[in-house]
């Protein structure tokens, strides 16, 4: 499961991708937050499986911020 941030300036008709996080990252649970400046902050969790039984391995929280429509963004760490 991937976590997308899309832009439509036509109403819906077509979407742009900004950002998808990564395939190896199960994520989700996405949250969006636009300061007064325009930077833009995108919580979400991630489950990165490491062993072949369900359920094992580690969730880990990601915070990405841009002040620049995700051409550039900073991701504010990750905890285990």
Known sequence: M???VQESTDG???WTDKFT???SDR???PSVAIKPDGTIALLYNGFT???AAAGTGFLTQHLITTSND???HHQHG???
Do not use: E
């Open 12 to 14: 819906g008709a077509t």
């Open 27 to 29: 994520s989700g649970t």
């Open 2 to 4: 991937q976590v997308h």
């Open 70 to 72: 995700f051409r550039y």
């Open 78 to 80: 990750s905890s285990a």
């Open 49 to 51: 499986q490491t062993g």
């Open 21 to 23: 996080t990564p395939l």
